[in-house]
């Protein structure tokens, strides 16, 4: 494959409006899409009426707690549960033997990226890649610290915990293996006797022959070991779930907040083994995801199933502890990259070797796969040549966690450009100026085939450039200077790909009073989807947006729906509300035609009311609905076609030579998300992104030690979480380069703020120290670090050092 | 087992506790007020922030029995009637809050530090005294900016 400009967009990929019967929408028509609305939600949030999932409480409720592995890798042998089972309070203790005679299975994760436009990944033989069935409870041996491996219920949690520590779990420690680069060793232990070696993903991408070629007759080349560590969401709510079990209809319900409820019923209806309508699932408010909520947690089943077996609702709250060891991580990505350059400083090929640590078992490829249509970032290389592969360690599952992916390789092409900025002289502003890809380039396929939409992406570097008051940066180190500190600027471009599930469903009813409610199947964790949906809709309808109500998170409400992730909410549920929006116009047209007894096309429609031209005959939208005839419609959508959104990000820091203390001092970005629907919620998810990114990148690590196999970031004390006292505030702005795949044109917000963070830390981190003969250091960026750094480099010669 | 006795929000409430249960236990689980929040279990997070006696205390490390006659004031104390506390609306008007689940401790919190500092808090001041209080969703950017609007201090940015 070679990059090609102007490359055509697909079949089914540009939005057609005949297709999706919506016409070309009137922007000139919008009057509530592009307001800052403040958010419909916050009114609960802030009054401490929220609905978060410990929140609820049922009359005669057990708690559960778990028994866990205090070793990396261990075989299970007996299980003592005698000593527990004799505690007052204690109701039950299973194990997964248990589960396995109650006929439970592994839960179907379905990790491999399926949409038509994913990166393909398969085992080394080509065949679909074995995963490590995840079973609630593992019978053979556990894989990592943390493993739950029975559950004991009981009348309080105090007792449950309590009875926890008592169940003695006969451990035959085995040896254990951390890192994803020591798992791929041939001496290394294996985890999964179907996958030995314990690479389970091996694939190759791009033109090796040609990428070859290019780095042979390069005038530069440029190479890069990096490591993207790992890290975790550390959601403010830790997970929860409570479950109800009907003896009279057979039928649970589960109290649960994730990325999406639809997927929970299916995949733990599955995995109770009852059919998907016996299971309500419900997710109301939900306290932060950013990818670690949307695969199903064994818990939730667990307490599912005892509730059944118990015949009592059963619930169960993680402890921030717990939350630390068990859930889904994110990043832990080693890649090997390397860039030609032609003397004129052109890009010509480039090469990246990438190896993703999934944990013990694989939940989602999502992160290779993404990370490995992008990268080549926002440039023009015309070839490349990609190995990515995935590998089974001694530690929890990651999962995509905030951009998932897109943080990993954009650090790495933007580490590259700048260590080819060093070695050929050339300035780094410049060096990316002459590899951009310009407006005209796209649609533009990349050379391991992502197809870019649209963007200008030159222009978003010289808009965060003005905003950063780039010009500046030379008064500001000097000022710096003279207060002792020593002052670094980064600057990266990033493209991200936001794919997401393919369908989305959203029903429509308006009520006899005018109210509009319309069903949907994302799941906001503090995106405002109840605000910004009713924007589209409100603008779809012409109505007020304060009339529309959004419905969520209720599985006996919402059938179908892809829930929230990959940036996929606002384009998949705008763009099919735009469909059922034009549904019920185009019904309601029919019947005020019959109510006015004229043809649908003698009716002209404004704001929510069809007139008989050139009359004062009139019906309204609420006229053609009643109790028994609502005037409703639902529509399916499923859309396949990516979009990426794009932009720029500028970091400065100023460093404390004497203590290594680093102060973010400012912080620019430009973020095209396509059209924004609601730019107060947009900049929001700008903000947290942006800190999500720079905590990875200055404290953020799930540290593990490599001799014990034991996480050694167990608590708030001892994981780096952004604090408000470390954080500064941020210059961000949108540009909206509409996408042309979807009816709103919209890309994605949010994520763009971590996806260029880790770079933009990192690098102006290096610019501050490089005059200091730093030229290297590894994520996070702690005082530690820089202080190693900075002995390190005093005691290397100074010739060694690169010019 | 004991009856306890504390004023919640200016009504006094009762409940049975054990010598362990922890105010934030006694609040949630005892008298079904669940807007304070437990977001971990070493008193770093903040989202069980409420005031005890006029000052801003984490009621994950209170134990109930030491709150016994003292004046409690939770989230759900704040807003007169359907009318939101200053507070409240600065953070609505400002997106301070996104997933919403630091936020009523953010806010009792922040109701502290402006009862504290008055017209002389700047921003410098709010992100020094909220540093015990962790938001994973909004870069604390609009929370800085709604505790300054709300104390009178208009919005820096």
């Known amino acids: 494959m070679t990059a090609q400009r102007q490359a055509p967009l697909p079949d089914g990929w540009a939005y057609d409006a005949s297709t999706v019967d919506a016409g070309v929408l009137n922007a000139e028509l919008f009057s509530e899409i592009g307001k800052p609305l403040r958010r419909r939600e916050d009114h609960r949030l802030v009054t401490g009426k929220g609905r978060f999932s410990d929140d609820f409480s049922i009359e005669g409720q057990l708690f559960a707690a778990m028994v866990r592995s205090p070793y990396a890798h261990a075989r299970i042998g007996a299980i003592d549960k005698a000593e527990a089972e004799a505690l007052p309070g204690v109701v039950a203790v299973l194990t997964g033997q248990d589960a396995l005679d109650d006929g439970l299975t592994a839960i179907n994760h379905s990790p491999v990226p399926s949409t038509r436009f994913d990166v393909r990944l398969t085992a080394p033989d080509g065949s679909p890649p074995f995963i490590g069935p995840h079973l609630l409870l593992p019978v053979d041996k556990a894989r990592h610290v943390g493993e739950a491996v029975a559950i004991v219920v009981a009348e309080s949690r105090a007792a449950a915990l309590d009875a926890a520590e008592m169940v003695d779990v006969a451990w035959e420690e085995l040896p254990h293996v951390i890192d994803s680069l020591d798992a791929i060793k041939e001496d290394a232990p294996t985890l999964w006797d179907e996958v030995p070696g314990n690479t389970f993903v091996d694939c190759e991408h791009g033109n090796p022959e040609a990428t070859k070629a290019a780095f042979e007759e390069a005038a530069t080349v440029v190479r890069a070991k990096l490591h993207i560590n790992r890290v975790t969401a550390v959601t403010m709510e830790p997970r929860a779930a409570l479950a109800d079990y009907d003896a009279e209809t057979g039928r649970s319900t589960l109290y649960a907040g994730s990325g999406g409820a639809v997927r929970q019923k299916r995949e733990l209806s599955a995995v109770l083994g009852i059919p998907q309508d016996d299971l309500r699932v419900l997710s109301y408010d939900v306290g932060g995801n950013f990818g670690a909520r949307n695969r199903v947690y064994v818990e939730f089943g667990l307490v599912l199933w005892a509730s059944r077996r118990l015949q009592r609702p059963v619930k169960y709250t993680a402890s921030r502890s717990e939350a630390f060891l068990t859930d889904y991580q994110g990043r832990d990505l080693h890649t090997e990259v390397a860039l030609a350059l032609d003397a004129d400083g052109k890009f010509l090929a480039m090469t990246a070797d990438n190896v993703s640590n999934v944990g013990a078992r694989c939940v989602s490829l999502s992160p290779l796969s993404k990370g490995a249509g992008l990268i080549t970032g926002s440039y023009h290389i015309p070839v490349a040549h990609l190995r990515t592969r995935a590998v089974f360690t001694n530690t929890m599952c990651t999962q995509a966690y905030r951009s998932s992916g897109r943080p990993e390789v954009t650090y790495a092409i933007e580490r590259l450009v700048d260590l080819a900025a060093i070695e050929t002289g050339i300035d780094p502003i410049e060096l990316r100026r002459r590899n951009l890809l310009a407006p005209q380039d796209l649609p533009y396929r990349n050379a391991v085939g992502s197809l870019y939409d649209s963007g200008e992406y030159e222009a978003n570097m010289d808009r965060a450039m003005a905003l950063f008051e780039w010009d500046d940066v030379g008064r500001r180190r000097a000022d710096a200077k003279a207060r002792g500190k020593i002052l670094g600027v980064g600057l990266a471009n990033y493209v991200e790909s936001s794919i997401g599930t393919p369908k989305e469903r959203a029903e429509i009813t308006v009520a006899p009073d005018g109210a509009v409610e319309v069903v949907i199947g994302t799941q906001p964790s503090g995106q405002g989807h109840e605000t910004s949906f009713g924007q589209v809709v409100a603008d779809m309808l012409q109505i007020p947006a304060a009339d529309v109500t959004i419905v969520l998170g209720d599985t006996d409400r919402v059938s179908v729906g892809g829930g929230s992730h990959s940036g996929r909410s606002m384009r998949h549920a705008g763009t099919v509300m735009v469909m059922a929006s034009a549904d019920l116009l185009r019904v309601a047209r029919d019947l005020a035609a019959e109510r006015l007894d004229l043809a649908p096309d003698a009716l002209d429609y404004a704001d929510g009311t069809f007139t008989a031209r050139g009359t004062n005959r009139s019906v309204t939208l609420a006229d053609l609905s009643s109790e028994q005839n609502p005037l409703s419609v639902a529509r399916t959508n499923e859309m396949h076609a990516p979009v990426f959104p794009n932009g720029t990000a500028i970091c400065e820091v100023e460093i404390d030579p004497v203590t290594c203390q680093i102060a973010i001092t400012r912080y620019a970005s430009v973020d095209d998300v396509g059209r924004c629907i609601n730019p107060l919620i947009v900049h929001g998810q700008s903000h947290g992104g942006i800190a999500q990114g720079v905590g990875q990148a200055m404290w953020e690590d799930c540290a593990i030690d490599p001799e014990s196999g034991q996480p050694l970031a167990g608590s708030l004390m001892d994981y780096g979480l952004p604090r408000i006292d470390t954080m500064p505030f941020f210059d961000v702005e949108i540009s909206e380069v509409l996408s042309p795949t979807n009816p709103l044109g919209i890309k994605a917000g949010g994520e763009g703020g971590t996806t260029p963070a880790l770079a933009t830390v990192t690098l102006a981190v290096l610019d501050a120290l490089r005059p200091l003969g730093v030229t290297d250091i590894a994520m996070p960026i702690t005082p530690q670090r820089i202080w190693q750094a900075l002995d390190t480099a005093a005691a290397t010669p100074k010739e060694k050092a690169p010019a | ?157």
Do not use: W
């Open chain 2, 1 to 157: 087992m004991r009856q306890l006795a504390i004023t919640v929000n200016g009504e006094v409430r009762t409940a049975d506790v054990e010598d362990r249960t922890l105010l934030v236990e006694f609040l949630r689980e005892g008298l079904g007020l669940t807007g304070t929040h437990v977001g971990c279990d070493t008193t770093q997070c903040g989202a069980c922030t409420v005031i005890m006696d006029g000052q801003a205390v984490k009621s994950c490390t209170v134990l109930a029995v030491m709150a016994e006659g003292a004046e409690v004031r939770t989230i759900e104390g704040l807003a007169d009637g359907d009318r939101l506390h200053p507070l409240q609306d600065a953070f609505s008007r400002h997106h301070a809050l996104q997933c919403g689940f630091c936020t009523p401790g953010m806010i009792m919190a922040s109701l502290d530090v402006i009862e504290r500092h008055g017209a002389d808090l700047d921003a410098q001041t709010v992100r020094h005294e909220l540093e015990g209080n962790l938001c994973r969703c909004t870069g604390y950017h609009n929370i800085v900016k709604a505790v300054l609007d709300a104390a009178g201090r208009g919005s820096p940015r």
